[in-house]
């Protein structure tokens, strides 16, 4: 691009628009871990896209991959047809999931993934002979995606305020995050398992019979990078596998390598009955999400008649030729250059040189697992988020992209990061905040 564009009609979203169209930063190529704007700024990536581009940007053979499935088969609907690349994708993204776990919907975003996984535990509930299990449980700072199930069981109150009554029958369990117990933990904290007790009182009161699913983030992402406590989601677990509720993960942000693994529900050892995933999937390269779904949730709407339809939900784009084509892509790269266990040795690494910030001004935590970090400000009085806005923009001047979530600076760099631009991008954070008041 050799000009700015004219900004007002684009009304961009979860942005400040106001304050950006009149301080625009607009990206015009990437490469690698690095952006390069249109005037011509390099800047370091420190959250690979938005935590989707884990092989970094514009792969080659991603690149190559879709350029070659454009040319052959641009779409192929998905209603009563298919594609050879949808099922390939489908077999290889069950393959890295935990065991059971081997029916995969494709979806076109973590949001869709999110209500899918929703309408099909509700469902299965209804075709399992259990009517009465409609109730959904999300947690405080939880962020589902920006759908109506997604906000309903989502926790996080700006998203959720505007829009009516949204779900009915939706309860919180409360979040881990408890700085006065567990600030600065390294990795997981040892307090808080406890917190996972609220959801028998959940039951307790609403009758475990009338309770369907409840639905976590392994790692709450958008919340700020809230870890979970040690034992915490095993408790989950315990408590669902007790009174026949499903457990959902939310892996849109931990699958495919964030925390070393293909998986949270891997790191961990715990196993959810449905999973999400999106962002990484296609390396961010084309939107598109995914529920993996038990074997025995599927199999239990396999039923009837074998020309009906056995669930009617579905989007134009689910499996789409261009998307399969580049998680195809993605997925060979994350195995063929070992992606994933670098994540796991960088880990240390990037633990390391985010403590390091524990002393800089204004820094009241610092939380970390795998390749996921953030350091969280004390707020302005009187005006919350914008030290972390000044401090973003500060970091961006300086040619280091981190993002904002609240009074938090998240960190979710591309595996392919070096050591080197991993202390680039804390030291460009702490120069930020000698330099903010």
């Not at 979860?14 to 990206?27: D, I």
């Not at 019979?209 to 989950?236: N, Q």
Request: net charge negative; hydrophobic share 45%.
């Amino acid at each position: 691009m050799s000009h700015t564009p004219d900004l007002s009609a684009y009304w961009m979203p979860f942005t400040a628009n106001r304050y950006f169209k009149a301080h625009p930063v607009l990206m015009d190529s990437a490469a690698g871990v690095h952006y390069r704007t249109v005037d011509g700024r390099e800047v370091l990536d420190g959250i690979a896209g938005l935590w989707c581009c884990n092989a970094g940007h514009c792969h080659p053979r991603i690149t190559a991959a879709l350029q070659e499935q454009a040319g052959r088969l641009d779409y192929a609907t998905a209603f009563q047809l298919g594609h050879p690349q949808a099922f390939q994708l489908a077999e290889r993204v069950a393959a890295l999931a935990p065991d059971g776990l081997n029916r995969v919907f494709f979806t076109n975003s973590g949001s869709e993934a999110v209500d899918t996984a929703l309408k099909i535990a509700l469902a299965w509930h209804q075709v399992n002979g259990e009517p009465r299990r409609t109730r959904l449980i999300g947690r405080e700072r939880g962020y589902h995606g920006a759908g109506f199930g997604g906000i309903s069981v989502g926790g996080i109150e700006a998203n959720r305020r505007l829009f009516g009554p949204l779900l009915p029958g939706v309860e919180h369990l409360p979040h881990t995050h408890a700085p006065e117990h567990n600030a600065f933990s390294h990795g997981q904290p040892e307090w808080g398992a406890q917190l996972a007790d609220e959801l028998e009182t959940l039951v307790a009161r609403h009758d475990p019979a009338s309770i369907a699913a409840v639905i976590v983030e392994p790692v709450a992402g958008s919340a700020g990078v809230l870890v979970p406590p040690v034992g915490y989601l095993e408790k989950l677990r315990a408590i669902c596998d007790r009174h026949g509720i499903l457990l959902i993960f939310d892996e849109v942000i931990t699958g495919f390598g964030r925390l070393g693994t293909a998986t949270a529900a891997e790191y961990f050892g715990v196993r959810p009955d449905l999973m999400t995933v999106a962002k990484a999937l296609t390396n961010g390269a084309v939107p598109m999400g995914a529920v993996l779904v038990d074997q025995r949730i599927h199999d239990g709407f396999m039923r009837g008649p074998e020309r009906t339809i056995e669930l009617f939900h579905g989007y134009t784009y689910s499996g789409h030729p261009l998307a399969a084509a580049a998680a195809l892509a993605a997925l060979d790269v994350y195995a063929d250059e070992g992606l994933f266990d670098r994540a796991a040795q960088l880990a240390p690494v990037f633990a390391a040189a985010l403590h390091e910030l524990a002393d800089a001004p204004h820094v009241t935590d610092v939380r970390n697992l795998g390749l996921m970090g953030a350091v969280e400000l004390e707020p302005r009085a009187g005006a919350p988020t914008q030290r972390a806005l000044d401090v973003f923009r500060a970091v961006l001047d300086a040619g280091v992209l981190v993002r904002t979530t609240g009074d938090s600076i998240a960190l979710t760099p591309s595996l392919i990061i070096s050591e080197a631009q991993i202390y680039q991008i804390t030291h460009a954070l702490r120069h930020a905040l000698e330099t903010i008041d």
